[in-house]
């Protein structure tokens, strides 16, 4: 069975940093890329960043832009996300994204639970 | 950025109705265009992709159709159990973004 689990959220002060991880299991890892996707408690979804199979390929939301790295490690089918400078804007269910396409069209087949992170002094 | 605007913000419909929510695009987005369903303390389902294929395993009630800026999804009797929200999106530049969503209660 697919799955995609993430770890490494909690309550952190304004400024701080924080790495979010996620484990892949039962698919081919390292043949796809993958997102971060967040949703403030409440809220909608908000695209976070992405990364290619290969890491060749890297984007990120203007809103996070030049304080989250998106990295994976395909030997150990994970993906993670540093975020430095944190804000208390920063508060969200952060979601593990597999991509996947079909006809030129891409979307996101596999979803995490979520790992909650809360900015807050 | 490519703006979605999602309508109904909510709406409330009866077991065995047939409900159509919609989603607009600010710039043309050709088929590029997927829908989710999130339940309650869930994460969210993929449910359509390109715009009208029914991800596997998704029940056939469940149809989406449309083109260029405009799109519906439609859940042609709806069940006690489709009670969600159902955000639209757009994969056809980055950023990819997302409607603000339809909440879905059942009378």
């Known amino acids: 069975e697919e799955q995609l689990v993430e770890s490494g959220g909690g309550l952190v002060q304004p400024g701080r940093s924080l790495r979010l991880s996620c484990a892949a299991s039962?698919?081919?890892?390292?043949?796809?890329?993958m997102h971060w996707v967040r949703q403030s408690p409440g809220k909608g979804l908000e695209w976070v960043a992405h990364?290619?199979?290969?890491?060749?390929?890297?984007g990120y939301s203007d809103s996070v832009k030049g304080r989250f790295t998106i990295s994976r490690d395909n030997a150990k089918s994970s993906l993670y996300l540093h975020m430095n400078s944190l804000r208390p804007e920063d508060t969200a269910f952060y979601y593990c994204?597999?991509?996947?396409?079909?006809?030129?069209?891409?979307?996101?087949?596999?979803w995490g639970r979520g790992t909650l992170v809360t900015v807050s002094s | 950025d490519i703006q979605m605007t999602q309508s109904p913000s909510s709406l409330s419909a009866s077991v065995g109705d047939r409900v159509t929510i919609t989603c607009r695009a600010s710039?043309?987005?050709?088929?590029?265009f997927n829908w989710y369903q999130q339940k309650p303390g869930r994460a969210p389902k993929l449910l359509i992709y390109?715009?009208?294929s029914l991800q596997t395993g998704v029940p056939s009630r469940f149809s989406g159709g449309g083109s260029g800026t405009d799109f519906t999804l439609t859940i042609s009797s709806l069940q006690p159990e489709d009670l969600a929200t159902y955000f639209c999106?757009?994969?056809?530049?980055?950023?990819?973004?997302f409607g603000g969503g339809t909440k879905v209660e059942i009378k």
């Open positions: 994204v597999k991509d996947s396409q079909a006809a030129g069209h891409w979307y996101f087949d596999l």
């Open positions: 039962g698919f081919t890892f390292n043949s796809y890329a």
């Open positions: 990364i290619s199979w290969n890491s060749d390929n890297i």
């Open positions: 710039e043309i987005i050709r088929s590029s």
């Open positions: 390109a715009t009208s």
């Open positions: 999106q757009q994969s056809y530049s980055s950023p990819l973004t």
